[in-house]
């Protein structure tokens, strides 16, 4: 399997810091790597470099610091892996709810850096999976409660019996190249503009 070029954003202040962990990437084979020294503005850096992963190495943070960072990660929808120094139960939390996909405490050594990067993208992927499975699930339940209303009224409004109601429904949605769910919803409008 041949190994997808990322392109990879690293956000640190310490430029010693920043080159070790720009080194371990570039061993390991990814050559599109960008590395920023300050945090403001970096919302536009993002949105023109448009990076693959993200990894923030914060010696020191403190709590505005990480509060625009975590801000930030939050809309930004890519794998990031966050080197620190030192943490506590509140940041690591905060990291969590922020989407930070991997974050390491004490960690900082080039030899790790890309199995680091490999694993915050894979949790960053699963996770990401999951929430469309999450949203894909709602929506097949709102859209089975609107056919199952659309039945209702169907039933009430013609007499008829749920499997008949069903069936026209079904027909009308292939007859019409619609959704049953789209169908459905405008019974459910019609019926409520009618009554």
Do not use: C, W
């Not at 969590?96 to 199995?115: H, P, Q």
């Not at 019409?176 to 019974?187: G, L, N, R, T």
């Amino acid at each position: 399997m041949t190994q997808v070029e990322l392109t990879v954003l690293i956000i640190d202040e310490n430029a010693i810091r920043a080159s070790i962990i720009e080194e371990g990437l570039r061993e390991a084979g990814h050559s599109r790597v960008t590395v920023v020294h300050e945090v403001n503005g970096i919302a536009r850096i993002i949105e023109t470099l448009q990076p693959d992963v993200i990894i923030i190495d914060i010696e020191n943070p403190n709590r505005d610091m990480m509060e625009h960072l975590f801000q930030l990660t939050r809309t930004v929808g890519r794998p990031i892996a966050m080197f620190v120094d030192r943490s506590d139960k509140a940041s690591i939390e905060a990291a969590v709810e922020a989407g930070v996909s991997a974050y390491i405490v004490d960690g900082l050594k080039k030899e790790r850096v890309k199995s680091i990067l490999d694993m915050a993208v894979s949790r960053f992927n699963a996770f990401s999976r999951l929430q469309r499975e999450l949203a894909a699930a709602r929506t097949a339940l709102e859209e089975r409660k609107l056919v199952e209303r659309a039945k209702g009224i169907l039933m009430k409004m013609r007499g008829l019996s749920e499997e008949e109601a069903f069936a026209l429904l079904r027909q009308s949605a292939m007859n019409e190249k619609k959704k049953m769910a789209d169908i459905a919803q405008s019974v459910v409008t019609a019926a409520r503009l009618l009554l």
